[in-house]
């Protein structure tokens, strides 16, 4: 059974820093590329980060300097470091798992991320 399962939101007030986790079980991991996603209220998904399978990474210009994406091949996981966090990054953020150039795709459940005073 496929399961990606985030962890690590929260609230945070303005210029803090949160870390998000995304634990992936019933796949071959190191097939996959792995992304970031978010979604805030009334607005569509957009996206936020990638890292592929050679650990190349790519990311949105919302987030870039801001935001770190990375993996760990040895415990399936997937992270995303945000620091210096803005009101405008509060969504629900979703991770994301896909091999390239097949309709092979799976999401997690998201977790809440509300930056706020």
């Known amino acids: 059974q496929v399961q990606f399962v985030e962890s690590g939101g929260g609230l945070v007030q303005p210029g803090g820093s949160l870390s998000l986790s995304c634990a992936a079980s019933?796949?071959?991991?190191?097939?996959?590329?792995m992304a970031w996603y978010r979604q805030a209220p009334g607005k569509q998904r957009e996206f936020i980060a990638l890292?592929?399978?050679?650990?190349?990474?790519n990311y949105a210009d919302s987030v870039k300097g801001r935001f770190t994406i990375s993996r760990d091949k040895d415990k399936n996981m997937v992270y995303l470091q945000m620091n210096s966090l803005k009101p405008e990054d509060t969504a629900v953020y979703y991770c994301?798992?896909?091999?390239?150039?097949?309709?092979?795709?799976?999401w997690g459940q998201g977790t809440q991320v509300t930056v706020s005073s």
């Open positions: 994301n798992g896909r091999i390239r150039r097949t309709n092979v795709d799976y």
């Open positions: 019933g796949i071959r991991f190191t097939f996959y590329d």
């Open positions: 890292i592929t399978t050679a650990s190349s990474t």
